[in-house]
C-alpha cells in the first residue's frame, strides 16, 4: 500500500500527454474548421477521449500525498467546468462588450468607459433606476405584509385551510407574461368600467397597477415560506404563552413574529432581489409606456419602465447593444451587493440563534 | 495545495474555452457548409433545405403552401418561421446569429436593419427578378432584399358609408375639406349606424407602431415626390422637426382626435379596431392597406354582415394640396450570406414565377412588385393602391429608416398623451421636438 505501483509511474504521464494532445488536436481542428477527413469528422469524440484519458492520468498520478486532493479535484471539476462556461465567461465578455460598440452582431472599436458615462447623462435611465428602487421598497413591504396576513389565515383552524393555500399559492405557477396579459385584458376591458380610463394609461396608476399585480402574483409565495415558518413555532411555548394569559395579538407580536425572526430575514431579501429583477409583468402589462411631464426638464415617454425592462429595449429595441451591456453590468454590480448584504446579515443572525 | 491546484485547473481550462469561444462562431459559420453533407447525425441542415424568418404572420398560411408546392417541384424543403405583430424580429434573428442558427432567408425591415446586416448578406444581383422590379433593397453590398409586396398608408374609409353622407373621397385633400367631411358624418351618425367618424387608436403598448410609424411617417412623406427626402433627413439630422409643417400636422390629428370613437382612443386594441370598421361602425380608419387580409379572413363574418362594403384610401390630407399616399415594399427578403445561398436564390426567384406569384398575389393578398406578374390581388384595397400608382399619386416612405426604437419608446407615448389631453397641440410639438432629440442623442 506504501509504495506507488511501477505501472503507474508509467502510464500517468503517458496518459496526461496523450489526453492534452487529443484535446488540443480537437480543439484545433474546430476552431480552424478542417482537418485530416476522418479525424474531422469525430472531433467530438476524439474531445471527449482526450478529457477522460487526461483525468485518468491525473487520478493514476504517482503521489501518495497529494492523492486524495487530486480526487477531491476531479469530482469538483463537473461543477467548476459549467460554473465557468455558464457565468464566468458570459459575465467577462459582458463587461468586456460594455466597452466596446457592439451591436450585438459585431463590434469595430473599443471605447472605454463611455458608455457607462453615457448612461448616467440619460435621464430616462435614471427615472427608471428611480422608480425601480420605489418598487423595491413598495413590494418589500407590501408583499411580506400580505404574504404574512394570508400565512397567518392559513395557519389557523380555519375549515378547508389545504385549498385556500392552493388558491393563494397559484398565481405563482402562472408565467409572468402570461399574467401580463390577463391583467391587462381585465385592466382594458373589465375595469375600465369602473374605473373611467384605463389604469394603464396614466403612469402613477399604471404604476400601482404593476405593484398589484406583482403583490397578486408573489404573495402566495412568500406566504408558503411563512407558513413553513409559523408551523415550527414550538407548541409548547405557544401553550406557555396561553397560561401566561396572553391574548391572540400578543402571541403574535411577542412570540410567533420574533420565533420566526430568520424566515422574516429571507422574505425580506427573496423580496427585494425578485422584486428588483422584475421585468416579465412590466413588460406584458405596459411594456415601460406612462409620460412623465417634467422630470429634470424632460418629458419622458418610459413612465413606467423599471431598470431590467430599460436594459432589455436599450438593447433590443433600441438597438444600442453596448450600451444595454453595459447597464447590465450596473445591474449585476448593484444585485450582488444586495447579494452580499443578505449573506452577511443572515450569517450574523445564525449565530445569534 | 488543494486550493491552489484546483484555481489552476479552473484557470486554465476556462482560458482555453474562452480563447476557443472568440472564434468559434466564425469559425462555425465557415466550415457550416462543409460539415453539413458529412455530419448528418447532428441535425444539421442538408444541402436541399432552406429556411424563410418571416414578418409577416398573417401570410403564414399562403407562405407554407408555396413550401409544399416548391417541395414538390424541385425537393427542396422550405421551412417557414413566421414572427409578427409586436415581435422584435431583429433582436430574434441576432440572437439566432449568436447562436449559429441563421435561418437561410429573412426579413429585413428597411436602412437600418440592412446596415446592421452589412457584409451578412448575399449579393443577388445576378439573379433575373431584378430586372422585373424597381423596390429591390440595394446597399453597398449589392441587391439585398427581395421585394415581395407593396403596401399603402392612407386613411382608409368606407366608401360606402362616404357615398351615403354625400362626401366625394376625391375631394378630401385638405384639413378644411376634412373638416366639412368629418362634420357632415358626423351629424348622421344614427342613419348611418355608425358609431364614430374615425377609428384612430392609439394605445402605446402594442399599438405604438400605428401612430409612432404610420401616423408620424405622414409627416415625413405626405404630399412629397417618391424620392423626396427633406424632413427625414431633417429629422435624422439629430431629431429636427420642421415647426410649420408638424404643428399643421398635430392639428390634423386634433381633428382625428375629436372625432374619434372616444371610448376606444386611449386603450383600444388592433383587433378592436380593425373589427369595428370591418363591421362598418366607422367611415375612416387610421390604418393602411394591410387591414384589407384581416377583413377577410379573421373579420370575414362581420365584414360580409357590414355588407362587404367597398373601401379606399384617403390621404391624410394635414396641409392644403396633399394628395399622395404612402407605397413602398414595407420589408425584404434577404439571403444570409453564409447560409445555403444557392437555394435559398433559386427559391426566391422561383416565387417570382407565373405559379408562385398567384399564390403570394391571391391567397397572401400581396400587391406583386413584379412588372411581370399578372395578377390582381382580391384584397379590398388592391385596387385604390394601383389606381393611386397609375395616377402618379403616391409618396415613398422614409420612416423605415427612422432611429431604431423611436416610435416603441418615444413617439408612440406621446401620441397617446395627446389624445389623453395631457397635452395641448403646442406642448404636443414641444415635446414631440424633445423626445426626437432625446432619441437622435442616444
Known sequence: ?353 | MKRWLSLLLAAVLTLSLAACGGNAPAGNDASGGAESPADSSGGAPSADSIRLVNGKIEVDAALKKLAAMYKEETGVEVSIESMGGGIDIQGTLKGYYQAGNMPDIFVNGGASDFANWGGLCADMSDQPWVSDTDAAYVNEDGVVGFPYTVEAIGLAYNADILEKAGVDPATLTSPAAYEAAFATIDGMKDELGITAVVGYYTEPVNLYWSTGNHLFGNYEDAGLDREDTTYFDLLSNGGQLDVDRFTDFANFVALLQQYADQSMMISGTYDQQILNFASGKYAFVTQGSWIGATMTTDDADAYAAAGNFKVGMAPYAFQDGIDTILTNSPSWWAVYKDGNVDAAKAFLQWLTTDAAQEVLVMEAGFISPFNSSAYVATDPFAQTIVDYQNAGKTSGWHWLGNKEGLAQNYTGQVFNDYAQGNLDTERFVQVMQQVCATAYAG
Open chain 1, 1 to 353: 500500500m506504501d509504495s506507488i505501483h511501477p505501472v503507474r509511474k508509467v502510464l500517468s504521464p503517458l496518459f496526461l500527454i496523450g489526453g492534452l494532445a487529443l484535446l488540443g488536436a480537437s480543439l484545433a481542428m474546430d476552431c480552424m474548421g478542417g482537418g485530416p477527413p476522418p479525424f474531422y469528422q469525430y472531433r467530438g469524440l476524439i474531445l471527449i477521449a482526450g478529457i477522460l484519458l487526461f483525468f485518468a492520468g491525473l487520478y493514476l498520478f504517482p503521489t501518495l500525498t497529494h492523492h486524495r486532493d487530486i480526487v477531491n479535484v476531479i469530482f469538483l471539476f463537473p461543477l467548476l467546468f459549467t460554473f465557468g462556461v455558464t457565468v464566468i465567461i458570459p459575465l467577462l465578455l459582458g463587461i468586456f462588450y460594455s466597452m466596446t460598440d457592439w451591436t450585438g452582431i459585431r463590434y469595430t472599436q473599443f471605447v472605454g468607459l463611455a458608455n457607462y458615462a453615457q448612461m448616467f447623462h440619460e435621464v430616462s435611465f435614471l427615472w427608471s433606476l428611480l422608480i425601480t428602487v420605489l418598487f423595491v421598497v413598495f413590494n418589500m413591504v407590501l408583499v411580506n405584509l400580505v404574504g404574512f396576513a394570508l400565512a397567518l389565515l392559513c395557519t389557523s383552524r380555519l375549515k378547508g385551510v389545504g385549498f385556500f393555500r392552493a388558491a393563494y399559492f397559484l398565481p405563482n405557477l402562472i408565467g409572468g407574461i402570461v399574467l401580463g396579459y390577463v391583467w391587462q385584458f381585465v385592466f382594458n376591458n373589465v375595469l375600465v368600467k369602473v374605473t373611467g380610463a384605463s389604469l394603464l394609461t396614466k403612469t402613477p396608476s399604471a404604476f400601482a397597477a404593476i405593484i398589484v399585480v406583482y403583490i397578486w402574483q408573489y404573495a402566495g409565495y412568500i406566504m408558503l415560506i411563512y407558513v413553513n415558518g409559523l408551523v415550527t413555532v414550538p407548541g409548547d411555548v405557544l401553550e406557555a404563552a396561553a397560561i401566561d394569559g396572553a391574548n391572540a395579538f400578543t402571541t403574535l407580536l411577542r412570540i410567533k413574529i420574533p420565533m420566526i425572526a430568520s424566515t422574516i430575514t429571507i422574505c425580506t431579501f427573496l423580496t427585494l432581489t425578485s422584486a428588483f429583477k422584475q421585468f416579465d409583468v412590466n413588460m406584458a402589462l405596459t411594456n415601460g409606456t406612462g409620460s412623465v411631464m417634467d422630470f429634470m426638464g424632460q418629458y419622458l415617454s418610459n413612465g413606467t419602465q423599471m431598470l431590467a425592462l430599460n436594459i432589455y429595449n436599450t438593447a433590443i429595441s433600441k438597438n444600442s447593444y453596448a450600451l444595454g451591456q453595459a447597464k447590465a453590468v450596473l445591474f449585476f454590480i448593484i444585485l450582488a451587493c444586495v447579494s452580499l448584504v443578505q449573506v452577511r446579515i443572515s450569517n450574523s443572525k445564525e449565530v445569534e440563534l
